[in-house]
């Protein structure tokens, strides 16, 4: 690599009188300078992609789509008026790894941070935490193997996946409230490439310091171009409304605290399944009607299941019934612009006493 860089010519002629008094040719002469310079600020390590704890992933059947629209379950709304998006690139594991850990560091987002969806063509998996996402990319065979038997997984050439985080404000990120990131990739099934790998980060205001995000571009080897651009549409139904919902659910998800099992999160029956006239009352309490809700239509009319956070956690021994009790939806399409649709649906419950 030779790269073409501007020297002061005051300075290079203080070299080239060093070249000829050391009777050494000019490039030498700056290879040497450059090596002692190397030599006395010492090597400069690569930032290593930080690790939680393991966290397991959930698999849940879904309609066979082929990646037509892809669905995290983040529960914070993410928005976001000025975006930067990375090129769509082909890369190794390897390099991902590393693109990865230079976010990680650039955006001060911790490990367990963020939710993920990695979706096959009738079946899914979600997960939470950027070194978890990771790890999913790369664990393919594992994760097929743990597919319930009594269900027939469908596997396209390559996977669709999706994972949202928000960050608060901070240098070289957002002057101020949270800033949305997206990574997009489509990861082959046979190999280790990831083909359409693409990072975007939306912030509610011109960075800070645009100079830290065009250095970040460099230190990845991706170009990242950035612009204005409208607010994702976001629908957020009144509580209220979704108290009417009886939820039945299929799977608890539960988590060992303090010594005894915790249900956290349920796998349910998706109360909007096959049932447009119900969706469209639910999504119009939530925004103008004359809103374009096709996007979604196709996740939350065609999956039998669902995925719900519960807002107030029980003891695994405790069987109570349950009701909704928050659905927001974010549009992620403006945000990534990944070459499959992304939704991020929050859909949480709550038990009676």
């Not at 490990?111 to 899914?124: A, E, K, M, P, Y």
């Not at 108290?243 to 005894?260: D, F, M, S």
């Not at 796998?267 to 119900?278: A, D, L, M, S, V």
Request: net charge negative; aromatic share 10%.
């Amino acid at each position: 690599m030779r790269p073409n860089i501007d020297v002061p010519w005051s300075q290079h002629g203080k070299i080239k009188q060093y070249s000829e008094k050391e009777n050494i040719s000019i490039e030498d002469t700056y290879l040497k300078l450059l090596e002692t310079g190397l030599d006395s600020v010492g090597t400069v390590e690569e930032p290593r992609l930080q690790r939680a704890s393991p966290t397991e992933t959930t698999f849940i059947p879904c309609f066979e789509n082929v990646h037509g629209t892809v669905c995290t379950f983040h529960p914070y709304t993410l928005s976001g008026s000025f975006a930067f998006r990375t090129a769509d690139t082909t890369q190794s594991l390897e390099r991902v790894e590393h693109v990865l850990a230079e976010l990680q560091q650039f955006a001060g987002i911790s490990s367990d941070r963020g939710v993920f969806t990695v979706q096959q063509s009738n079946g899914l998996w979600i997960g939470h935490g950027l070194s978890a996402f990771f790890d999913t990319l790369g664990d393919q065979q594992d994760r097929y193997e743990e597919v319930p038997e009594n269900f027939t997984l469908k596997t396209h050439n390559s996977e669709a996946a999706l994972f949202v985080t928000s960050v608060p404000a901070g240098p070289g990120v957002a002057p101020r409230g949270p800033s949305t990131i997206t990574i997009s990739a489509q990861p082959a099934v046979d190999g280790n490439a990831i083909n359409h790998f693409r990072i975007a980060i939306a912030t509610s205001g011109i960075p800070v310091d645009p100079q830290a995000i065009d250095a970040l571009g460099n230190r990845i080897g991706i170009d990242i171009g950035y612009g204005q651009q409208r607010e994702p549409f976001h629908i957020s139904v009144p509580r209220n409304k979704c108290a009417e919902l009886e939820i039945q659910p299929v799977r608890k998800i539960t988590e060992k605290n303090y010594g005894e099992e915790w249900v956290i999160a349920l796998i349910c029956e998706n109360p909007f399944y096959r049932k447009p006239g119900k969706l469209m009352e639910y999504l119009e309490e939530g925004t103008d009607s004359g809103r374009d809700l096709t996007y979604l239509q196709r996740y939350l009319l065609y999956n039998e299941h669902i995925w719900s956070d519960l807002v107030h956690q029980h003891r695994a021994r405790k069987q109570p019934e349950y009701v909704g009790r928050t659905l927001k939806i974010d549009n992620l399409d403006k945000i990534g612009g990944s070459g499959f649709g992304t939704v991020n649906l929050y859909f949480a419950s709550t038990y009676l006493d």
